[in-house]
């Protein structure tokens, strides 16, 4: 175990919207209970629509009995958060749910264990509210144990798991004690993916334990949280579009969910519980059973569901597989029958190729022939040339002959003569 900066105050940043009752009851709660760790109290007034809510805030702001933020238009639990969150860079921080309840040391219990090993970022206390810190009933929404206050409980997980911790993947953010070290190391909440709420947490523990941090269950230490108050109606759908963003943005975060809740490490730790309970009372030890009772119930109850589910799914892909079976003896009709008519196809290409040789040969003799006769013509043609160059040759004498017979015939010689010829 590491030393904490004892020294330094722990802020406990409670984001206020609404419930008047709720909120008075989670600050008189933190007021009620001396703690050995220095704090300061920090509301946080989210634009609250309830005059009165505002009113209370006022009045413990003026009794000095915590520090009063005020944001002038609402904007949402995360950038509330990220508000408390910067305000004393150098301070440990609790976010607490104003539809919460403390008891005793609670924050004590939370420090010590957030300084038992070096690279523990940040402590969930068991709740009856809490998803995978929820007790008696894992992953579920619980009242107290019936015939027990929030002291009684609380008591029983001291004595059943004095200084005890366990690894979980997340924290859960209705009281989330950070470590500033780690939230240095990490950065604020991420208020563009989770506008107004819910997943903000498991994106920041997500990242976390991408850079070496890790996240505990303080197992001796237990916060009563209602659930729900500031995001009423629109919690289930904060819910889904949490889901699908932590999912874009971290595609194992289910995987270590359902790992974690599959395994339920912290069993032992809620077993050890039931004991002290048991030890109580009779009746408490009666309920005790009934909640195993119950908890077998419903483990039975998922179990046949889960196994209807497994014969639905066997007889979809049973039917599925018969279609596909079908089908793959169609197909491989179907590629018989074209195997076949490739086959002709091919006998067919094959004979059209033979006769495009043939044809082929043909031209190439044919070219042969056209040449050679190209050649004679052309040999034709020089004759040609030469014989009418040897009738011009004959045309020129004979018109050189017969020009000297005109002039012979013209001559006088030629005339005196004439009656020589005649006679």
């Known amino acids: 175990m590491i030393e904490p900066h004892s020294e330094a105050p722990v802020d406990i940043v409670i984001p206020v919207y609404q419930g008047l009752a709720v909120t008075r009851r989670c600050l008189e709660s933190v007021f009620g209970h001396r ?235 809620r077993v050890a519980v039931d004991w002290e309970r048991a030890l109580l009372a009779p009746e408490q030890a009666l309920y005790v059973l009934r909640e195993r009772e119950e908890t077998l119930a419903r483990l039975r109850r998922e179990r046949d569901e889960a196994l209807a589910r497994t014969q639905q799914t066997t007889a979809t892909l049973e039917h599925a597989f018969r279609a596909a079976e079908a089908l793959l003896f169609r197909t491989r009709d179907e590629l018989r029958q074209r195997d076949q008519v490739l086959a002709e196809a091919q006998r067919y290409v094959r004979e059209r190729e033979a006769d495009v040789a043939l044809l082929t040969d043909q031209v190439r003799s044919t070219q042969d022939d056209l040449a050679q006769a190209m050649r004679q013509l052309e040999d034709f043609h020089e004759r040609n040339r030469e014989l009418t160059a040897e009738l011009e040759t004959l045309r020129a004498r004979n018109l050189d002959l017969a020009a000297q017979l005109d002039k012979i015939h013209s001559s006088r010689t030629w005339r005196y003569t004439e009656f020589l010829r005649k006679s």
């Open 35 to 269: 703690q050995q760790r220095p704090h300061e109290v920090i509301a946080i007034d989210d634009a609250s629509p309830e005059p009165e809510l505002v009113d209370y805030l006022n009045e413990l702001a003026e009794a000095g009995r915590l520090t009063l933020l005020r944001n002038p238009v609402n904007q949402g639990f995360v950038v509330t958060a990220n508000r408390g969150l910067a305000l004393h860079p150098d301070r440990d921080v609790v976010l607490l749910n104003s539809d919460t309840e403390v008891n005793g040391d609670w924050l004590d219990r939370l420090a010590r264990c957030a300084y038992a090993a070096a690279t523990i970022g940040t402590v969930t206390p068991f709740s009856n509210n809490a998803t995978i810190c929820s007790y008696p009933h894992f992953c579920e929404f619980n009242e107290l144990p019936p015939g027990l206050s929030l002291a009684a409980t609380d008591a029983l997980f001291q004595r059943a798991n004095a200084g005890r911790w366990l690894e979980i993947p997340t924290a859960v953010g209705f009281c989330m004690y950070i470590r500033r070290d780690c939230q240095r190391a990490v950065g604020g909440f991420d208020e563009h993916a989770f506008g107004s709420g819910y997943g903000e947490e498991n994106d920041f523990c997500m990242r976390a334990a991408k850079v070496g941090w890790r996240h505990a269950l303080c197992a001796d230490t237990y916060v009563y949280h209602i659930g729900g108050v500031s995001f009423g109606e629109r919690q289930a759908q904060l819910r889904t579009q949490a889901r699908e963003t932590l999912t874009a943005l971290h595609p194992d975060y289910d995987d270590r969910i359902q790992a974690f809740t599959r395994e339920d490490p912290a069993r032992p730790l």
